[in-house]
């Protein structure tokens, strides 16, 4: 039962990254750093106090009260965290969205879930999983081989992708008509999508720094319950201080585009809906910031290793792929693209499969 909320929770998180964007497609006017940095305020600033206020007594003590090198380096991880997805977009603009989008997310899941267990061999960690562990027991090996079919799930949604721009390159529009209009650069493409995977990854690092702070939070909620076990939202009091690296970095770029581009007259346009625009924008930000908030539920059932890392970035990737279908952004291709990427979608789901029994032996 445990491991059935823990998938649950994390499909739940997947869900809302893999559709928070689509709020922003209804802001008009403005340009892409008002609305990015204004829902960014409600995914980084304002929204994860407000879930630690709601869930844990005295948040902000346990945060004042954590050492200096816990604090620093949980932060350190988020800023660069940030610099992880900002190079995102330049990575889908250079290689386009399937193919930038499966090799940065790819990249991404493998050492965001394998990095923390290695270190763990040379740390050990009472508690926690290592990757000695995993190639030695039959639900280690059985997480391990979920993560290679999800990794070749993506790559044959990212082959799907390739179909699918070679077409639109042909003809030159979109299914919808709009011109399209090539920036393809492999080599620097492949750079950024590289840097951007290894530091999107730092997320899950940051997280095991900030997890002594995770603890106090779960150890305070088990004596006021006078039981043991794991407090669902433990890893809320780390999201406020992870968040506010990755608001740091996000902040600095899009003023800078503010001023690059004169567009601070953007969040006082009355000639565009302002109240719309930044509802959406509160929606979209606010929408971001559940996918952690439910992963940090789903974690506290599976255990903070590299299942739950694997499962998230499954599911963001199954979800983001069904979005693409249901708003028909695969309209007009041909039959084998289409199937190409019902395929690649296919696999992940089966590599959800896979993981969570992998969980279930652990378990």
């Known amino acids: 039962m445990q491991v059935i909320l823990g998938v649950l929770f994390h499909f739940i998180g997947g869900f809302?990254?893999?559709?928070?964007?689509?709020?922003?497609?209804?802001v008009k006017g403005w340009h892409w750093e008002s609305?990015?940095?204004?829902?960014?305020?409600?995914?980084?600033?304002?929204?994860?106090?407000?879930?630690?206020?709601?869930?844990?007594?005295?948040?902000?003590?346990?945060?004042?009260?954590?050492?200096?090198?816990?604090?620093?380096?949980?932060?350190?991880?988020?800023?660069?965290w940030g610099i992880g997805g900002l190079t995102y977009g330049l990575g889908v603009r250079y290689l386009g969205v399937s193919l930038g989008s499966s090799i940065i997310l790819g990249l991404c899941m493998v050492f965001g879930a394998l990095i923390p267990?290695?270190?763990?061999?040379?740390?050990?960690?009472e508690g926690k999983d290592t990757f000695s562990m995993m190639i030695g027991s039959d639900w280690g090996r059985t997480i391990i081989i979920g993560l290679l079919i999800c990794v070749a799930?993506?790559?044959?949604?990212?082959?799907?992708?390739?179909?699918?721009?070679?077409?639109l390159q042909a003809t030159g529009t979109d299914p919808h008509g709009v011109s399209?209009?090539?920036?393809?650069?492999f080599g620097l493409g492949m750079l950024v999508s590289v840097i951007s995977g290894v530091l999107s990854a730092c997320f899950n690092f940051g997280?095991?720094?900030?997890?002594?702070?995770?603890?106090?939070?779960?150890?305070?909620?088990?004596?006021?319950?006078?039981?043991?076990?794991?407090?669902?939202?433990?890893?809320?009091?780390?999201?406020?201080?992870?968040?506010?690296g990755g608001l740091t970095?996000?902040?600095?770029?899009?003023?800078?585009?503010?001023?690059?581009?004169?567009?601070?007259?953007?969040?006082?346009?009355?000639?565009?809906?302002?109240?719309?625009?930044?509802?959406?924008?509160?929606?979209?930000?606010?929408?971001?910031?559940?996918?952690?908030?439910?992963?940090?539920?789903g974690e506290s059932k599976l255990g903070n290793g590299p299942s739950s890392w694997i499962l998230h970035m499954a599911f963001i990737i199954l979800v983001a792929n069904v979005w693409g279908l249901l708003l028909k952004e695969w309209?007009?291709?041909?039959?084998?693209?289409?199937?190409?990427?019902?395929?690649?979608?296919?696999?992940?789901?089966?590599?959800?499969?896979?993981?969570?029994y992998g969980n279930g032996l652990h378990q």
């Open 207 to 244: 997280l095991e720094a900030g997890q002594s702070m995770a603890n106090v939070a779960n150890a305070v909620w088990v004596a006021s319950h006078a039981g043991e076990g794991e407090f669902l939202y433990r890893n809320n009091v780390v999201y406020v201080v992870l968040l506010w």
């Open 331 to 356: 309209q007009g291709v041909r039959a084998k693209t289409t199937r190409t990427i019902i395929a690649g979608i296919a696999i992940i789901i089966l590599s959800v499969l896979v993981v969570g």
């Open 249 to 297: 970095t996000n902040l600095i770029w899009c003023l800078i585009l503010n001023i690059r581009n004169k567009s601070f007259g953007d969040y006082t346009d009355r000639s565009t809906p302002l109240v719309k625009n930044y509802l959406f924008s509160a929606i979209a930000g606010t929408t971001w910031f559940l996918q952690f908030f439910f992963y940090g539920m």
């Open 153 to 167: 799930g993506i790559m044959v949604s990212g082959k799907a992708g390739m179909l699918k721009e070679k077409e």
């Open 16 to 26: 809302a990254s893999g559709s928070f964007y689509i709020p922003f497609k209804k």
């Open 35 to 80: 609305y990015w940095i204004i829902g960014g305020l409600f995914s980084w600033l304002i929204v994860p106090p407000l879930a630690a206020y709601l869930t844990i007594p005295d948040f902000t003590e346990i945060i004042s009260g954590s050492g200096g090198a816990v604090l620093g380096y949980t932060f350190l991880f988020g800023v660069l």
């Open 117 to 125: 267990a290695i270190y763990y061999d040379f740390n050990v960690v």
């Open 180 to 185: 399209v209009k090539s920036e393809y650069k």
